[in-house]
């Protein structure tokens, strides 16, 4: 494992002498135990043919299969400290940085509830992360924005959520009850980093590509905060779920017509060796996932003018505005059908405006 060790380094660097600085150690052992793996193999792993340094196509096989084999051990390292440790009792979890925090108290309230045996220890982290830290065995269980590499992973239910357009409060888009996504072309987009979440991220662009709107310049953030900063500050529009937007009252959060971004977060732990809390910890956060997007969708907390979301007003085939049945109008009184829709609370005010 040690000389595994050493050839992904040097693989990664293509570079005898700076794998050598980085791992600490003089040149010629390192070459040394190259060469020495080189004869267990069988086989040459690097071209040194040529003034650079190159991976041959028995190098370029055994680095994939060399990293999966250095995050087992390390997996297998840190499961049996912890078993030492009588660490057993702690659930390690990840959840996107992206989540909000009544998701989050949410969350906790439900492990507290029905998860009464392990600590949990809730962490942000990016998707991409989470899948580091799950293979190496530093992570239990995670939340992750797919789609990813499941692979020697067990996943628990997808949970779906339909994204909105984030815009500045002073685009005429903003006067719309509903956007189409042709309709942002010519806007830059503010896009989480695709290290975060490459899968969602690019299937993200894709579908905007597809559907007509290919951004000019697309912008960093790593929390909704930020994001809703830029958007104020007319450095583009952005794609959110909608509560964070509605607190914010220099933008206005708008549904997408057709709904055609889809953000699915789903919980993975590992196929072997799973902690034993970890397929329980992923049916609640699942539970609390799903309530959450029920909520948002349903309207809760804080509307804007145009509306609050699935509860807007929207555009129907004849270019009129109506309600969609989910907390909004459908006939007859705007107050009754909030009402009815509600549970029978009092309605609250809705603000209709024919163009």
Not at 30 to 48: H, I, M, N, P, W
Not at 57 to 84: F, K, S, Y
Not at 242 to 266: C, D, F, H, I, Y
Request: with cysteine; hydrophobic share 40%; aromatic share 4%.
């Amino acid at each position: 494992m040690r000389h595994l060790r050493i050839f992904v380094v040097v693989a990664e660097a293509l570079h005898f002498s700076r794998a050598a600085e980085l791992l600490g150690m003089a040149q010629p052992p390192l070459s040394q135990a190259v060469r020495r793996l080189e004869k267990d193999l069988g086989a040459e792993l690097f071209d040194r043919s040529r003034r650079q340094v190159r991976l041959t196509a028995a190098g370029t096989v055994l680095l994939d299969e060399a990293r999966e084999l250095l995050a087992r051990e390390d997996r297998a390292r840190a499961l049996v400290r912890r078993a030492r440790d009588g660490d057993l009792g702690t659930l390690r979890a990840g959840v996107p940085p992206d989540t909000p925090a009544p998701v989050l108290h949410a969350l906790l309230a439900a492990c507290g509830e029905r998860l009464p045996g392990p600590r949990v220890d809730l962490q942000e982290v990016t998707t991409e992360e989470q899948l580091r830290l799950l293979a190496s065995g530093r992570l239990d269980v995670g939340l992750v924005h797919q789609p990813v590499d499941t692979t020697d992973l067990t996943v628990g239910t997808h949970v779906p959520l339909e994204l909105g357009v984030v815009l500045p409060r002073t685009s005429p888009l903003a006067r719309l009850p509903e956007v189409e996504l042709a309709d942002l072309a010519g806007h830059d987009l503010v896009l989480f980093p695709r290290a975060s979440a490459p899968g969602w991220y690019d299937a993200t662009l894709d579908l905007c590509r597809r559907a007509g709107f290919a951004p000019r310049r697309v912008r960093h953030a790593r929390n909704p905060e930020f994001l809703i900063g830029l958007v104020t500050a007319g450095c583009g529009v952005a794609f959110d779920q909608g509560p964070v937007a509605r607190k914010e009252p220099r933008v206005a959060w708008r549904p997408l017509v057709g709904r055609p971004l889809v953000q699915r977060t789903a919980p993975v732990w590992p196929a072997r060796g799973a902690h034993p809390a970890a397929r329980h910890f992923a049916e609640i956060a699942a539970g609390v996932l799903s309530r959450d997007r029920t909520s948002v969708f349903r309207g809760d907390g804080h509307g804007d003018d145009g509306g609050d979301g699935r509860g807007d007003v929207r555009r129907d085939g004849h270019g009129d505005v109506r309600g969609d049945g989910r907390g909004g109008f459908q006939g007859g009184s705007p107050g009754h059908a909030g009402a009815s829709a509600r549970g029978g609370l009092p309605p609250r005010p809705w603000t209709v405006v024919y163009g």
